[in-house]
T-cell receptor, first 115, second 115 residues
Framework: GAVVSQHPSRVICKSGTSVKIECRSL??????MFWYRQFPKKSLMLMATSNEGSKATYEQGVEKDKFLINHASLTLSTLTVTSAHPEDSSFYIC???????????FGPGTRLTVL | QQQVKQSPQSLIVQKGGISIINCAYE??????FPWYQQFPGKGPALLIA?????SEKKEGRFTISFNKSAKQFSLHIMDSQPGDSATYFCAATVFFSGTASKLTFGTGTRLQVTL
């Protein structure tokens, strides 16, 4: 149990376009999901905390208008990278907290490449 | 005060040897310390975790040692295998039941187990 999926696993887009990444908890409900960004050979950097039915909380330095987060249900959160630029190319990972537990289960990640 | 320092940055161990990764934290409010294993191109997976009320936790070949007074904890991988070759992240958080808490990650250790 406690499986988290992400879609797509890889995406290549042109500069200026928007890309949506989905994060789903497949077999449990998650009131909170987290979005991370990871550069090659680096640690995970928390971008934002997504709470079901409310606005996301962004970490300092993360542009909320660029990285739009929606947590519409207890099993789905989406991250939309708006007007993507090459510097947005990265590995994006989500995690989900199971209700009544304080343990994060991570998705497999999404590799975004902006040309 | 939120940092978690991890060492070494990389580690090469022969098959059958013991891999040891160390972490140190500053925030005394942290009370949950998980270790994650990440393979290239994949999301992190929880390996083992410890609360500060115990000094050691063992699961199979993986052991966490915890020193509360020194604010240090370490991961020991016994009988290391080539399949253990991955990046390992320590993390720390404040564990509130029913409330999702942010993880503070260490910088990661790239482990290579040679034949």
């Amino acid at each position: 149990g406690a499986v988290v999926s992400q879609h797509p696993s890889r995406v290549i887009c042109k500069s200026g376009t928007s890309v949506k990444i989905e994060c789903r908890s497949l077999d449990f409900q998650a009131t909170t999901m987290f979005w991370y960004r990871q550069f090659p050979k680096k640690s995970l950097m928390l971008m934002a905390t997504s709470n079901e039915g409310s606005k996301a909380t962004y970490e300092q330095g993360v542009e909320k208008d660029k990285f739009l987060i929606n947590h519409a249900s207890l099993t789905l959160s989406t991250l939309t990278v708006t007007s993507a630029h090459p510097e947005d190319s990265s590995f994006y990972i989500c995690s989900a907290n199971r209700l009544s537990y304080n343990e994060q289960f991570f998705g497999p990640g999404t590799r975004l490449t902006v040309l | 005060q939120q940092q978690v320092k991890q060492s070494p940055q990389s580690l090469i161990v022969q098959k059958g040897g013991i891999s040891i990764i160390n972490c140190a934290y500053e925030n005394t409010a942290f009370d949950y310390f998980p270790w994650y294993q990440q393979f290239p191109g994949k999301g992190p997976a929880l390996l083992i975790a410890i609360r500060p009320d115990v000094s050691e936790k063992k699961e199979g070949r993986f052991t966490i040692s915890f020193n509360k007074s020194a604010k240090q904890f370490s991961l020991h991988i016994m009988d290391s295998q080539p399949g253990d070759s991955a990046t390992y992240f320590c993390a720390a958080t404040v564990f509130f039941s029913g409330t999702a808490s942010k993880l503070t990650f260490g910088t990661g250790t790239r482990l290579q187990v040679t034949l």
